[in-house]
C-alpha cells in the first residue's frame, strides 16, 4: 500500500480527519492525485523539501478550517 492508498483508505474510514500530503516526487500530475484532490481525500499538499514552520503553520491553518467547517451551518466545504 502507497501512501495515496492508505490516505484513501483512511478517508473512508473516518471522512473527517485531515490529510496533508507531502512528497519529493512530482506528484500532481498523476490522475489518481488530482482525483483525490478534487475528492478531497487530500486536504492540503505540500513539496518537499519544506521548513518545519511551514509545515506547522499549514497544519495549524487545515485545523482552523476544519473547526470553521464544522460550524458551518449548511456542511458545505470552505474557499480557501
Known sequence: MNGLELLNRVKQ????VISILTSAF???NE???????EEGIIDRFIQ???MI??????V???????????????GGKLNY
Open 13 to 16: 474510514l473516518n471522512p473527517n
Open 26 to 28: 512530482e506528484v500532481q
Open 31 to 37: 490522475l489518481r492525485f488530482q482525483r483525490y484532490i
Open 48 to 50: 518537499k523539501p519544506v
Open 53 to 58: 514552520s511551514y509545515l506547522c503553520q499549514e
Open 60 to 74: 495549524n491553518n487545515q485545523i482552523m478550517l476544519s473547526k470553521a467547517k464544522s460550524k458551518d451551518p449548511q
